[in-house]
């Protein structure tokens, strides 16, 4: 996994997520979750491409329930664009790059 | 202008276009593959394949998917995370339009596959909220709840037995009065005791404030309904074939599905279909795999007989 894209928890969600001056992409994700592991591959080319611009953290939802729970996850891989400490746009599934790409480029 | 000038284009990293890969990449052929999300295809969502010969103890369908991928790029192959947008034919080229730039190919394998059928009857504003299509990715949020399946084929039962190490009772509410499972999956499913059989029925409606909290059953025979408390509704009623970036310019099936003969060649010369996309008898991972190496012999000799 790439170091660039920050494993966070729980704990640190707030100071991560809600309190960043950079926009944020939360990939809330788990081990067996087939489709979250073969999606990391692409979360790692947005990365390298918006880097510089947007955040990237992942929250493994097994080892931290409080998060998913508080934004009303019930299915992954979900991911959570935030700016501003809002949560402003989420995508759920195994959706086409394009996709993402194209709620990172309208965060900047 | 100068394009990128494949041999070979293959749309789609299911196990029909990486097999196709590894046998054009084998066969010296200049092939990309283009992919609009991960590669692997549908078995990356299910928990386990047992019919794919090669594993006496089966195997994930993520684990599957993942050494096919590292077989095509052990052996070179190009994989570019792109969609096509369309595409245009030419006497002498296939032209593929991706976000910002063409690709240029002498011949083009759609292998884009398939994606579930919906029920139609309003359940997208629950997906995400309860409403899935995929067991192995949601049923640890159902765990000691109630849920429905809607289904009745191998991925319904198959995936409705994954349900149950998780959800406290799962509903198979299916539209006739027996399964068209492989007998070997109805049996182990009669077995299980959390598995309760709605024969004879689909849903017809699901209510909930922010997630699913109920879902409507309909008896297609008596036209009765009644309500369920389910907390999920998971939905395996057929797959839909990926060609609708395509335009009308190949021949398809009432279905969809792109028509090809045995040689797995469309209506359009250069232009081939393999798994689950093309119109088939069978929608299975080894038929895929045996289709995407039929497509890249049919396309090299297409080659030959062009470039003269």
């Known amino acids: 996994m790439s170091e660039a894209i920050i494993e966070i928890n729980d704990?640190?969600?707030e100071m991560e997520v809600l309190n960043s001056e950079k926009p944020v992409m939360v990939d809330f994700w788990a081990p067996w979750?087939?489709?979250?592991?073969?999606?990391?591959?692409i979360v790692e080319e947005l990365e390298k491409a918006y880097g510089d611009?947007?955040?990237f953290v992942k929250v493994n939802v097994d080892d931290n329930p409080v998060t998913p729970s508080k934004y009303?996850?019930?299915?992954?891989?979900?991911?959570?664009?935030?700016?501003?400490?809002?949560?402003?746009k989420d995508i759920t599934g195994m959706v086409a790059k394009t996709k993402l790409e194209d709620t990172i480029k309208s965060l900047l | 202008m100068s394009l990128t000038d494949y041999d070979l284009v293959i749309v789609g990293a299911g196990p029909a276009g990486l097999c196709a890969g590894i046998y054009a990449a084998r066969a010296k052929m200049n092939v990309l593959i283009l992919e609009k999300t991960a590669p692997g295809g549908q078995i990356i969502i299910t928990d386990?394949?047992?019919?794919?010969?090669?594993?006496?103890?089966?195997?994930?369908?993520?684990?599957?998917?993942?050494?096919?991928?590292?077989?095509?790029k052990n052996l070179g192959v190009e994989i570019d995370t792109s969609e096509v947008l369309s595409m245009e034919i030419s006497e002498e080229r296939?032209?593929?339009?991706l976000k910002g730039r063409i690709i240029s190919s002498k011949t083009v394998l759609i292998a884009t596959g398939a994606y579930p059928r919906r029920l139609n009857i309003g359940e997208d504003k629950f997906i995400g909220k309860g409403v899935s299509f995929c067991a192995t990715c949601d049923a640890p949020f159902f765990k000691g709840k109630k849920v429905v399946a809607v289904g009745g084929g191998d991925t319904a039962v198959q995936e409705a037995m994954y349900l149950t190490k998780f959800a406290e009772k799962v509903y198979l509410v299916h539209r006739r009065d027996e399964l068209r499972a492989a007998k070997i999956l109805r049996e182990r499913a009669f077995k299980n005791d959390k598995i309760e059989f709605v024969w004879d029925s689909v849903v017809s409606g699901m209510s909930g404030?922010?997630?699913?909290?109920?879902?409507?059953?309909?008896n297609v025979k008596t036209g009765k309904e009644k309500t369920i408390q389910?907390?999920?509704?998971?939905?395996?009623?057929?797959?839909?074939?990926?060609?609708?970036?395509?335009?009308?310019?190949?021949?398809?099936?009432?279905?969809?599905?792109?028509v090809t003969d045995s040689n797995m060649a469309t209506s359009v010369p250069g232009i081939f279909a393999a798994g689950d996309v093309r119109a088939t008898p069978l929608r299975q991972v080894a038929t895929a795999v045996s289709d995407g190496a039929i497509a890249v012999m049919s396309a090299e000799h297409f080659i030959e007989n062009t470039s003269a």
């Open chain 1, 11 to 13: 704990d640190s969600f």
């Open chain 1, 33 to 41: 979750c087939g489709p979250c592991r073969a999606i990391g591959p």
């Open chain 1, 53 to 55: 611009k947007v955040k």
């Open chain 1, 72 to 88: 009303g996850i019930r299915a992954i891989p979900t991911m959570i664009f935030f700016k501003n400490g809002e949560s402003v």
């Open chain 2, 48 to 72: 386990w394949i047992e019919n794919y010969p090669g594993f006496p103890d089966g195997i994930s369908g993520f684990d599957l998917g993942a050494k096919m991928l590292h077989q095509a």
């Open chain 2, 94 to 97: 296939k032209l593929l339009h």
């Open chain 2, 209 to 218: 404030f922010f997630n699913v909290e109920n879902v409507r059953i309909k």
């Open chain 2, 230 to 258: 389910a907390d999920g509704c998971f939905i395996w009623i057929g797959i839909i074939p990926n060609t609708s970036f395509l335009g009308d310019f190949l021949e398809l099936d009432k279905s969809g599905a792109i």
